[in-house]
Each structure stands twice: as C-alpha cells, then as structure tokens.
Nanobody, 125 residues
Framework: QLQLVESGGGLVQPGGSLRLSCEASGFTLDYYIIAWFRQAPGKEREGISYISSNEGLKCSANAVKGRFAVSRDNARNTVYLQMNSLKPEDTGVYYC??????????????????WGQGTQVTVSS
C-alpha cells in the first residue's frame, strides 16, 4: 500500500529549529517530485517547498526562503524539511505529497497526489 508518513513536528520556541521527515512506503520516491505544504488554523493549505528526483530542481516559497531547506535521501526513501529561525506564523500542520511533474513554484496542491496525514508544528513561547 502506497503511504507517506510525516514526523518530526512539535512545539518549539520562536527562533528555534525542527527537522521534518517524510518517509514513503509501498513505492519508491526516486522518480517523484516531493513537496511540503502547510495549513494554518483557519487558512488554506499553502505550498512551501519541493525537490525534484535528482535534487536538480528545488523551490521555496518567499515566506520560507533562507530559513527552510528541503533535501532527500533516496536510499532511505525519505525527504526532509529543515526549518530554522521558526516564527509563530510557521505554525500549522505540515504535509508532504508527491507528483510526477510540476509547473508552479511554490507548489500547487492540485498538481500533487498521494498525501501524508500531516505533522503538527507549533511555534510559541
């Protein structure tokens, strides 16, 4: 069964860091573009970053540029989102998703299939 599982979320103080993981099972991530999205309470889901299969193509939304970095380890079938200098406005549920191809940066939900269940990130003092 094809599955994506996010982990690594939690409560962190402003200025702190977290690393999220997205592990795939039932299929290999090697040939897919992997994106991270987030959804804050009362807001629409927004795309924040993606990485191509060979890491040759990366994308980050303006809101996270210079603070978040996406990477992947195909041997572990896992994609990571390193989040630094976290702000309260980064609070939300973070999801990973896969696509065979994308045409937008930041990523758009409608281009992605096979979503994970999400992991909660809360930035608060």
């Amino acid at each position: 069964q094809l599955q994506l599982v996010e982990s690594g979320g939690g409560l962190v103080q402003p200025g702190g860091s977290l690393r999220l993981s997205c592990e795939a099972s039932g299929f290999t991530l090697d040939y897919y573009i992997i994106a991270w999205f987030r959804q804050a309470p009362g807001k629409e889901r927004e795309g924040i970053s993606y990485i191509s299969s060979n890491e040759g193509l990366k994308c980050s939304a303006n809101a996270v540029k210079g603070r978040f970095a996406v990477s992947r380890d195909n041997a572990r079938n896992t994609v990571y989102l390193q989040m630094n200098s976290l702000k309260p406005e980064d609070t939300g549920v973070y999801y990973c998703a896969v696509a065979a191809a994308v045409t937008h940066c930041p990523p758009q939900s409608h281009e992605f299939e096979h979503w994970g269940q999400g992991t909660q990130v809360t930035v608060s003092s």
